[in-house]
């Protein structure tokens, strides 16, 4: 069985940083794409990154350069740091992992950041 959870998240002034984790059980993550979506308050949930088992990434549009997505395979853990937060960023961040074509979903965690 696939678990995902995450921890991180919390309350952030404008242009500061936080990092979240993600740690995975029942999953590989250095042999499986895994990564980082966030939903807001429009209610769709949107791709922030994802790091394939090759290390290629891929980035929403709207980070422009202010997160970075990393793995510590020795602890099964996906990491998103992110900096230069703006209120716009203010989301449910949820971790994401595929295997076999399935795809997995942690429960999430809040980041809001305030003006």
């Known amino acids: 069985q696939v678990q995902l959870v995450e921890s991180g998240g919390g309350l952030v002034q404008a242009g500061g940083s936080l990092r979240l984790s993600c740690v995975g059980s029942g999953i590989i993550f250095s042999i499986n794409t895994v990564g980082w979506y966030r939903q807001g308050a429009q209610g769709q949930r949107d791709l922030v990154a994802t790091?394939?088992?090759?290390?290629?990434?891929n980035y929403g549009d709207f980070v422009k350069g202010r997160f970075t997505i990393s793995t510590d395979n020795t602890k099964n853990t996906v990491y998103l740091q992110m900096s230069s937060l703006r209120p716009e960023d203010t989301a449910v961040y949820y971790c994401?992992?595929?295997?076999?074509?399935?795809?997995?979903w942690g429960k999430g965690t809040l980041v809001t950041v305030s003006s």
């Open positions: 994401y992992a595929q295997k076999r074509g399935t795809n997995y």
């Open positions: 790091v394939t088992s090759s290390g290629r990434t």
